[in-house]
Nanobody, 124 residues
């Protein structure tokens, strides 16, 4: 049974930093693509960043380039999202996803598994 568990969300002031973690379990994810999406109230889920677990290749949304960094720890089967220079518009529930195929990772429909979400709130 595949499980993705996010942690690390919280409340932070604008300009601050947070690190989200996504612990994956239930199978080997070495060939998977992993991604972070976010959803603000009243808005659709939007792509934030993705990584190929095997190659380490990354893809970023323009809105977070230079501020957010995705990384993975193979030994811990965990993906991280380091978020710096946070803005109020980054406020959302952040979801971790796992895709069996590392294609079209900017599209939420490519993902086979999702975590429960982590709330990130950035105050101005």
């Amino acid at each position: 049974q595949v499980q993705l568990v996010e942690s690390g969300g919280g409340l932070v002031q604008a300009g601050g930093s947070l690190r989200l973690s996504c612990a994956a379990s239930g199978r080997s994810f070495s060939s998977y693509g992993m991604g972070w999406f976010r959803q603000a109230p009243g808005k659709e889920r939007e792509f934030v960043v993705a990584i190929s677990w095997s190659s380490g290749a990354t893809w970023y949304a323009d809105s977070v380039k230079g501020r957010f960094t995705i990384s993975r720890d193979n030994a811990k089967n965990t993906v991280y999202l380091q978020m710096n220079s946070l803005k109020p518009e980054d406020t959302a529930v952040y979801y971790c996803g796992a895709a069996r195929r590392t294609i079209a990772l900017m599209w939420h429909g490519s993902y086979d598994y999702w975590g429960q979400g982590a709330q990130v709130t950035v105050s101005s």
